[in-house]
């Protein structure tokens, strides 16, 4: 990343839009501070440093491109129960958390004590998804979560994310989803931020599209 400014307002939806190697990935694992570097990164006004990572994560739901980066226990049930667990919430509480989790991104309960490298890649994207939201992140960075998805679950995706009242940072090359969900686009290529403004602007304007590989939608 290289001269970096963004600055996401609370409830605001902001799409990330660029090439494959643009920085997109990059500048959202910086927002709970899975990576670090120079410069400065305040999340709900504190900056991002050492002692406030356990409380910013709380505050940062990040789910990754590649599910099988984020899914580690045996079960499905244990994967989306992981972070409640880790913040003592009541164990009578957690499984209708999981069951309400695993239902809003339209998994169906019997695959609970199932192991989650065992489902498709979709499935298993959606699962990483539960195991954020059960969180109730104040902050939900999603980086490519419409990939493997068929037409059916990407719908079903949008109005999700859509009826969602946290703050969006949605890195993605799915056009289609960023018109539906984001307002605000920041188009990044080579590690810096090129254009910012309103996503139909930007996505209209042939010859910027052009100039970093992308497409008019």
Same mark, same amino acid.
């Given at each position: 990343l290289e001269d970096v400014d963004l600055d996401v307002r609370v409830g605001e939806r902001v799409a990330l839009v660029g090439p494959s190697g643009a920085g997109k990935s990059t500048l959202l694992l910086h927002l709970n501070g899975v990576l670090s570097g120079k410069g400065m990164i305040r999340v709900m006004g504190k900056p991002l440093g050492d002692t406030a990572l356990r409380e910013i994560r709380r505050h940062v739901g990040l789910v990754f491109q590649n599910p099988d980066d984020q899914l580690f226990c045996p079960t499905v049930f244990e994967d989306?129960?992981?972070?409640?667990?880790?913040?003592?919430?009541?164990?009578?509480?957690?499984?209708?958390?999981?069951?309400?989790?695993?239902?809003?991104?339209?998994?169906?309960?019997?695959?609970?004590?199932?192991?989650?490298?065992?489902?498709?890649?979709?499935? #298993?994207? &959606?699962?990483? +998804?539960?195991?954020?939201?059960?969180?109730? =992140?104040?902050? $939900?960075? !999603?980086?490519?979560?419409?990939?493997?998805?068929?037409? #059916?679950? &990407?719908?079903? +995706?949008?109005?999700?994310?859509?009826?969602? =009242?946290?703050? $969006?940072? !949605?890195?993605?090359?799915?056009?289609?989803?960023?018109?539906?969900?984001c307002p605000r686009t920041a188009l990044m290529d080579r590690g810096k931020i090129w254009a910012d403004g309103e996503t139909r602007r930007i996505l209209a304007d042939a010859r910027l599209m052009e100039e970093h590989g992308l497409e008019v939608p």
């Open positions: 989306v129960a992981f972070g409640p667990l880790n913040l003592s919430i009541s164990p009578q509480e957690i499984p209708h958390r999981v069951e309400r989790a695993l239902r809003d991104v339209g998994l169906d309960q019997s695959i609970r004590n199932r192991p989650s490298h065992h489902l498709s890649h979709g499935e #298993r994207k &959606r699962v990483a +998804l539960a195991s954020v939201l059960i969180m109730e =992140p104040d902050i $939900l960075a !999603l980086d490519e979560p419409s990939s493997n998805l068929d037409p #059916r679950n &990407r719908r079903h +995706l949008i109005e999700l994310v859509a009826s969602l =009242p946290s703050t $969006l940072v !949605l890195a993605t090359h799915d056009l289609g989803m960023v018109m539906a969900l």
